[in-house]
């Protein structure tokens, strides 16, 4: 290690991102002696070693034992703490643009049924219902429905007593009406990550390490604090946080940070239920299966005007009730690693008042706020990147990785196959 982290200079033995530019071949001639051979001979070896444990990591995994690989699970966490465990849980193949993207997420989803009822992930079809309050939001919905079609999306309109019907919460004194798909999916975000890598452990002889920090990886191994781990391909998917193995792959990519703000309201009381995950107008603006509604540069003008405080801070709002009755409430999006933080109070409060605007919760406690953060790049979903032999470092970019991780993992897999 102590080539790894630079000698014995001003800073030895400290972790110094700068200092982690691998060449595994000269380190490995320059430290072989006696007991780091035996260290060495002892390593644990794999075909691939996969960083992160979240959902691209795990989709990772399976793909690359059923390629037949032995495949090892590297995580800093006692259990997956990124991204993955801090979402909604929504599997949005209602919010594709049709074409690829929408094939995509099928093609995820399937994956996901096939290991939900291997794993015993509980998985339930909620459906999405988006809700309109005034017109300009009616009218794109309108439009979303008559383009559903053609497009190869399953939308019902739906007016203001229909929508009230699928989700009782709605207030009848605000909202117009919905647009209601059956295409969404919801997982118990935490408890979902857990089995699937129990069950990958289990049924595919997946190695987990957890509590497991790489520290830098190159050709041919990883180095962690609990050693080394040999490997014949490393694939990182450490979410937004692979800056500090490959700073200056990272810095190219152009690729950014999104800080999510969620909250979660206390369990409402028996027997009451949300229905669909529900979603506000803010959302029809981000959703690229909308991109194309001619009425959507009105919607923007309106929100402009009447919501820019919400626009500020990039506030889409979704609402989504978990297995214990509570509800989870979200989104704030802020952009950039450096960016001045928000005030997060004055976030909660818009994100409560567009909620309130539209649903009426029994109980409305807040008993969690969480910040989420994934990597951004406008336009793109994914970015994979090369930043040293042997390794490939591939991360989500539009935020919806629990929808699409499974199709982008097995591409991974199959170019690395390939390559082989
Ligand atoms: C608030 C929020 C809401 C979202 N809602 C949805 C949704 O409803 N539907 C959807 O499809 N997507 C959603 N997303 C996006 C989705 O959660 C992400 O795209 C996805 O989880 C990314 O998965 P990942 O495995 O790449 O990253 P992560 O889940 O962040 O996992 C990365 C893992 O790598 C580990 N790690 C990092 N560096 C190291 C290291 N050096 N050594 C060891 N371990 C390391 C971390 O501990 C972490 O567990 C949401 C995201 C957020 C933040």
Redesign the pocket.
């Known amino acids: 290690m102590t080539a790894l982290l630079g000698g014995r200079g001003k800073g030895y033995g400290r972790y110094r991102p700068e200092a982690m530019r691998l060449d595994v071949p000269r380190i490995r001639r320059a430290t072989m002696g006696g007991r780091q051979a035996q260290k060495e001979a002892k390593m644990q070896r794999y075909d691939l070693a996969i960083?992160?444990?979240?959902?691209?990591?795990?989709a990772h995994a399976l793909h690359g034992a059923r390629a037949g690989l032995r495949v090892a699970v590297?995580?800093?966490?006692a259990r997956?703490?990124?991204?993955?465990?801090?979402?909604?849980?929504?599997?949005?193949i209602v919010a594709q643009r049709p074409g690829a993207q929408l094939d995509s997420a099928r093609a995820a989803l399937s994956t996901w049924q096939e290991v939900a009822a291997a794993a015993g992930i509980a998985m339930r079809r909620a459906g999405c219902l988006f809700v309109a309050r005034h017109d300009a939001e009616m009218t794109v919905l309108e439009e979303g429905a008559a383009q559903a079609g053609s497009q190869g999306h399953d939308f019902t309109l739906l007016d203001a007593e229909a929508a009230h019907a699928r989700a009782p919460g709605l207030r009848r004194d605000t909202v117009l009406g919905g647009l209601y798909s059956p295409d969404a999916w919801k997982l118990d975000q935490r408890g979902a990550l857990a089995r699937l890598s129990d069950w990958l452990a289990r049924a595919h002889g997946v190695a987990f390490h957890f509590g497991?920090?790489?520290?830098a990886a190159g050709e041919g191994r990883v180095e962690?604090a609990a050693g080394s781990f040999g490997a014949d391909h490393v694939v990182l998917?450490?979410?937004?946080?692979?800056a500090?193995?490959f700073p200056d792959a990272w810095a190219q990519s152009g690729v950014d940070v999104?800080r999510?703000q969620?909250l979660r309201t206390a369990p409402q009381p028996a027997g009451w239920r949300l229905g669909p995950f529900v979603l506000g107008g803010l959302s029809l603006a981000r959703y690229d299966a909308f991109a194309d509604c001619p009425g959507l540069p009105q919607l923007r003008a309106h929100q402009q005007a009447h919501q820019a405080d919400a626009l500020a801070h990039g506030v889409h709002v979704?609402a989504a009730q978990e297995e214990d009755g509570s509800v989870t409430l979200?989104?704030s999006h802020h952009y950039g690693a450096d960016a001045a933080p928000a005030d997060p109070a004055e976030v909660d409060e818009i994100i409560l008042r567009e909620f309130g605007g539209m649903l009426d919760l029994p109980e409305p406690a807040i008993a969690r706020r969480w910040v989420?953060?994934?990597a951004h790049l406008p336009g793109q979903e994914v970015l994979t990147l090369a930043p040293a032999k042997g390794v490939t470092a591939?991360?989500?970019t539009?935020?919806?990785?629990?929808?699409?991780?499974f199709t982008i993992a097995a591409r991974t897999i199959a170019g690395i196959v390939k390559q082989a």
């Open positions: 960083v992160g444990g979240g959902i691209l990591g795990l590297l995580e800093r966490g997956a703490d990124g991204a993955s465990v801090r979402n909604f849980g929504m599997l949005a497991t920090e790489v520290l962690t998917c450490g979410g937004e946080d692979f500090t193995l999104c999510l969620m979704i979200g989104d989420g953060r994934y591939v991360t989500v539009n935020g919806q990785g629990m929808t699409h991780g």
